[in-house]
């Protein structure tokens, strides 16, 4: 520890041996080594806490690290089981939506497919109009047949029309009224209808 030689030693020894004398040498000695011992002990002891502490603490740092790691593993289970439940939530709208569109195109051809019958029916063919041909002037030309109507077949009735009232053109006879931009004649009021027009 301290590298003392022998001769270190020899010196150490004899130096002792004329301070403290012949008689109490061995007694010193004794002391002397037990104090060496004791203070060997203490330092041994002293340095074996300090190892249990330092290993102490790298056994909680490590037991801390595990339970963080563990934490982190059941969260990213627990995130992981969450985005597979929205995924199939979304493949199961989106299935959905496909189907309902699907349908929907079904229908709209089908009505459009109706809609081209119906509008083919309803068109009548009109016949051609005669082409008239400076050629065939002096042939005798017979006019096409005019469609006739069945004599059962009635006009339909419309009903007539109300007369327009025109204010400038035939002006009204009493109290004029505005309303939404058009003159128009107002109702007479019951205590002036009795009296006299005066013109």
């Not at 022998?6 to 041996?17: G, K, P």
């Not at 007539?160 to 400038?168: I, L, Q, S």
Request: charged residues 25%.
């Amino acid at each position: 520890m301290f590298e003392i030689g022998f001769t270190e030693l020899v010196l150490i020894a004899i130096v002792a041996l004329i301070v403290v004398g012949p008689e109490r040498l061995p007694g010193a000695i004794r002391t002397a080594s037990l104090w060496i011992g004791r203070a060997k002990r203490s330092f041994n002891q002293v340095k074996t806490e300090i190892e249990k502490e330092i290993n102490a603490d790298e056994i909680r740092r490590q037991l801390h690290n595990e339970s963080i790691l563990a934490d982190l593993a059941n969260a990213k289970k627990k995130a992981d089981s969450l985005v597979s439940e929205t995924r199939k939530n979304l493949d199961g709208i989106n299935a959905e939506v496909n189907s309902v569109l699907k349908s929907e195109e079904a229908k709209l051809a089908a009505s459009n497919a109706e809609s081209d019958a119906v509008r083919e029916a309803a068109t009548i063919p009109t016949p051609a109009a005669p082409v008239f041909n400076p050629a065939t002037i002096d042939e005798d030309y017979e006019e096409p047949p005019v469609a006739s109507m069945p004599e059962s077949a009635e006009l339909p009735k419309t009903a007539p029309k109300p007369p327009v009232e025109d204010f400038y053109n035939n002006p009204s006879v009493g109290l004029i009224q505005l309303k939404g931009g058009v003159f128009s004649a107002a109702p007479v009021p019951e205590s002036d209808a009795d009296q006299p027009r005066k013109e």
